[in-house]
């Protein structure tokens, strides 16, 4: 398997605009969480699906994110509109079935930078 | 709430040291323990994971030890190299797959 895979890997946009971060989770997994990783405040969890269905999304900022996950191969974080402060860097994780030996395994993320 | 606490925030070694990094945790009732590795600008590659009910785990180099009474994991990083410069981070769930908490990483130089 290629892992999870995220795309763009950069983006910059103007304030105001829409973003689109796509996810393709590991084959097989049934959890995906989407992470938002910056200096001050280190990795935090915006939101997580089990089987397509979101399970919590206290993690999400503002009604400005959104998050989708059609099926199981694909997820969308989507901000609009976008502000300087939502740059960051944003992950996507998948994970299997709840055992004691699951691991998560993160995408290579998307650096986010909002001018 | 369960909070994760990394120390140091950074560290610089020679090449060929030992060291040791760690990870205390508020919350154990944890269901496992994992270590990442993070380059710069790249993703978080997996380490180690150690059940809950394991006291430690080896991967060539590295071993990690968890005492869930006392909420600590280590991080051994032995002989050490260039190479392994990187910010290393513990992360544990809640409970099955509740999603991971992160601390904020420990920045290791290793200089040659």
């Known amino acids: 398997d290629a892992g999870v895979i995220q795309s763009p890997r950069h983006e910059v946009t103007e304030m105001g605009q829409e973003v689109t971060l796509r996810c393709k989770p590991i084959?097989?997994?049934?959890?995906l969480f989407w992470y938002r990783q910056t200096m001050m405040r280190g990795l935090e969890l915006l939101i997580y699906?089990?089987?397509?269905?979101?399970?919590?999304d206290s993690g999400m900022p503002e009604d400005r994110f959104s998050a989708k996950m059609p099926n199981a191969s694909f997820s969308t974080l989507k901000i609009q509109p976008s502000e300087p402060r939502d740059s960051a860097v944003y992950f996507c994780?998948?994970?299997?079935?709840?055992?004691?030996?699951?691991?998560?395994?993160f995408g290579q993320g998307t650096r986010l930078t909002v001018v | 709430k369960q909070e994760v606490t990394q120390i140091p925030a950074a560290l610089s070694v020679p090449e060929g040291e030992n060291l040791v990094l760690n990870c205390s945790f508020t919350d154990s009732a944890i269901y496992n323990l994992q270590w990442f590795r993070q380059d710069p600008g790249k993703g978080l590659t997996s380490l180690l994971l150690i059940q809950s009910s394991q006291r430690e785990q080896t991967s060539g180099r590295l071993n990690a030890s968890l005492d869930k009474s006392s909420g600590r994991s280590t991080l051994y990083i032995a002989a050490s190299q260039p190479g392994d410069s990187a910010t290393y981070l513990c992360a544990v769930p809640k409970s099955g797959n509740t999603p991971l908490v992160f601390g904020k990483g420990t920045r290791l130089s290793v200089i040659a």
């Open positions: 699906f089990n089987n397509n269905v979101p399970i919590d």
């Open positions: 084959s097989g997994h049934d959890y």
């Open positions: 994780a998948s994970s299997g079935q709840a055992t004691q030996d699951t691991e998560a395994f």
